[in-house]
């Protein structure tokens, strides 16, 4: 009943399934730079800052991502902002992102014995000298795997952008079904495909976790 | 002038006082046991000293140096007072060498082979020379003791400050940690240093210091304090009563 073969599915789910890798690596790295510096401001010594990133954190993890989604959508469009598909679900990945992985970190810089500080400051070190030398160093060997794993979250959480009429995979897969109503065949694509971009990942940050475990014990 | 005084130093967590108006002079070389019962104050003590809390009253000077809360002071002191911990803290990321490196490359801004010298120089003291390469997690906690103080040691303090430094050891460790100890205060190294080993307590120290309550209770040359205590609580400290 239409004329659309199996292999212009799949070519017409892959073109799209490029936005949700590229929607997956802005949100990924956007939301790691702000993350970054969210972080700073979180574990630094100025007591309005490190509220500012508290409260940011509980805002962002306290709401579902697709309630973030909507507000950067419609929310601006009231002010009469025209805010592109593309523009909010960028934004909201990177701000929702940002939220998580700067939790992820602090976790790691605090699961440091609270002795590396003492002995660090001891021996003279200044707070930035500490964090650079002493702390991060020791922070980052212990946030990869979680960090990676957090990866496959993103790429999940673009499917979301689909409801704001982002063209990623999910979306393709919702027109390409209505114009070839094979749902099972198309909707299995789109799963395999997520599969494919989701278990290296999610398999990286396995080996990586042991090899960093090990790493530790023998170095 | 003495190396290190201390004047009615107060210091309480909340409503906790636990130092209540310590009062102690430091002379150079001189070499401080402090005992007492747990809870008495005596890491509080030592960690006021080097500025990692900061008292609530009274007066610490190192030198001539005031004490003063803010980092480019508590930096300034901690080059002049090292401390050994309990519980050693290495950096495990980094090498043996790399642990006594560090603090002279990045705060004393010395050239990197210096610094390697000056680590080899301090870590043959200790008797662990050939471990420089070593991580820290390959040493024993003798051995990772050992390695604290040549890191300290490689910053030249004018005084060390140690607190239990031998408690988390096994026994057949604590000796070889304390021959260390042993041989910078014949040296001339001022140290003060909170123990239990009562024996090198008596052997070694030029004075002893009873904390009881958050008070100097009681202070004086080993033979006195251990053989003729003054008051009912040194006494049962000691296990006389
Ligand atoms: N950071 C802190 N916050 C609150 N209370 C503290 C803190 N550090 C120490 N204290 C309290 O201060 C008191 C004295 O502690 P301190 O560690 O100086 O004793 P100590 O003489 O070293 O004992 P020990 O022999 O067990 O090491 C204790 O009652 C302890 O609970
Ligand atoms: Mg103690």
């Given amino acids: ?219 | 002038m003495s190396l290190i005084e201390i004047t009615e130093v107060r210091k309480a967590f909340g409503d906790n006082e636990v130092l209540k108006g310590i009062n102690l002079n430091v002379e150079p070389g001189e070499v401080i046991a402090i005992i007492g019962k747990s809870g008495s104050g005596k890491s509080t003590l030592l960690r006021c000293i080097n500025g990692l809390e900061t008292i609530n009253a009274g007066s610490i000077a190192v030198a001539g140096a005031q004490l003063l809360p803010d980092e480019l002071h508590l930096r300034a002191l901690r080059l002049k007072v090292g401390m050994i911990f309990q519980q050693f803290n290495l950096f495990p990321h980094l090498t043996v060498g790399g642990n006594v490196m560090v603090s002279q490359t990045v705060v004393k801004k010395t050239a990197k082979d210096q610094a390697e010298g000056m680590a080899r120089k301090m870590l043959d003291r200790v008797g662990l020379g050939h471990k420089f390469d070593a991580y820290p997690d390959e040493l024993s906690g003798g051995q990772q003791q050992r390695v604290a103080i040549a890191r300290a040691l490689a910053m030249e303090p004018i005084a060390l400050l140690c607190d239990e430094i031998t408690s988390a050891l096994d026994p057949e460790l604590v000796q070889e940690v304390l021959a260390v100890v042993r041989e910078l205060a014949a040296e001339g190294m001022t140290l003060i240093m909170v123990t239990h080993e009562m024996k090198f307590a008596r052997d070694v120290c030029s004075r002893v210091v009873f904390m009881h309550q958050g008070r100097v209770h009681e202070i004086g040359p080993p033979e006195e304090v251990f053989s003729n205590p003054q008051t009912a609580e040194l006494k049962q400290f000691l296990g006389m009563l």
């Fill in chain 1, 1 to 219: 009943m239409s004329d659309f073969s199996t292999w212009d599915i799949i070519r017409n789910l892959l073109l799209a399934a490029r936005w949700t890798v590229v929607l997956s690596l802005v949100s990924f790295i956007g939301g790691g730079v702000l993350g970054v510096i969210l972080l700073f401001l979180r574990i630094g010594k100025f007591a309005g800052a490190c509220a500012f990133a508290r409260y940011y954190v509980e805002l962002f993890q306290g709401t579902p991502l697709l309630m973030q989604l909507f507000l950067a959508f419609f929310g601006l469009g009231l002010f009469g902002i025209d805010v592109p598909a593309w523009l909010a679900a960028g934004l909201a990945l990177i701000f929702w992102s940002a939220a998580f992985l700067m939790e992820i970190w602090r976790g790691c810089v605090d699961a440091i014995a609270k002795g590396q500080w003492e002995a660090s400051a001891s021996l003279g070190m200044g707070y930035f000298q500490q964090i650079r030398y002493i702390i991060l160093p020791q922070a980052i060997r212990i946030a990869v795997p979680p960090t990676v794993g957090f990866s496959v979250q993103v790429v999940k959480g673009t499917a979301l952008t689909s409801i704001i009429g982002f063209v990623e995979l999910s979306k393709a897969g919702t027109i390409v079904t209505n114009a070839t109503f094979q749902p099972f065949t198309v909707y299995g694509f789109v799963a395999l495909i997520y599969f494919a971009l989701c278990w290296p990942l999610s398999k990286s940050a396995q080996v990586l976790e042991r090899k960093l475990n090990v790493a530790h014990r023998n170095h």
